[in-house]
């Protein structure tokens, strides 16, 4: 049996890659390090990072988790900058035993803020970076961000090439240990100064101009959110709460 038989060996790492190609968005996992490239501010204004502030908690009719944007931070002309949910928030946490609730279900509605900024990935292989990714979205709370943001703060205290710098910019270490509320990030400058046009020359084609598009927030009306709020507690009384806080005007429609 001399024949050679069909098939290669496998390319976990490579196939890995592929697979997450077409991903958009990058999470660190609990417990491992990253090496990042954060990309240059999207727009004139110079900011790196882009916060979305979210209510999660609702779900839809197919019972489906659903995040709707904050209208305090992201409303805009069609919605207002009124936010029900921030409203029915409040009304929740200072009447949750009138209302049935317990602790859980009376601070569903708590916004979250996620702090997106754009980088690219290094790809490690047999402890050496084999390549970076496409353009991606991370998120980081704001502590985790803020911890990236002192990297910056330092080197523009000392007159250094910025991090994001195109030409004279430089990967971070970004370690992320334990879960949940003890989450906690470590960022750490690698000191090896090379361009972008070099570890991923079509960087420029791929970049992302408009961040808010591709985080791609759900911004719905107040009467949207309401009707988020009536399938999700369907056993309180909506016309009584949203009278109570004041958007009694969402009744009429
Ligand atoms: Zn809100």
Redesign the pocket.
Known sequence: MALKRPGFPTNVEGQGQLLRGDTKFFSIAPDSTELLRFLPAPKEDGFMWYPA?N?YGVVSQDKKKVA??????HGNAETGKK?????V?SYFQDNAEELGLDEEAASR?R?TTRHYAQIIRATVVDGKVSGWSRPMLTQFSATAAADVQTIFDSQRRFGQPLANDIDQGQGILVTRTGQGFKTKYKAERTGEIVSLDIIRPTWADEFMTDLYKEIGLNVATPAQQLAYLRITFPALDWEEIVTAVGFEELLAE
């Open positions: 502030t209510h709707l944007a904050c209208l305090h931070k936010c029900l949910m921030c409203a928030d509605l916004p």
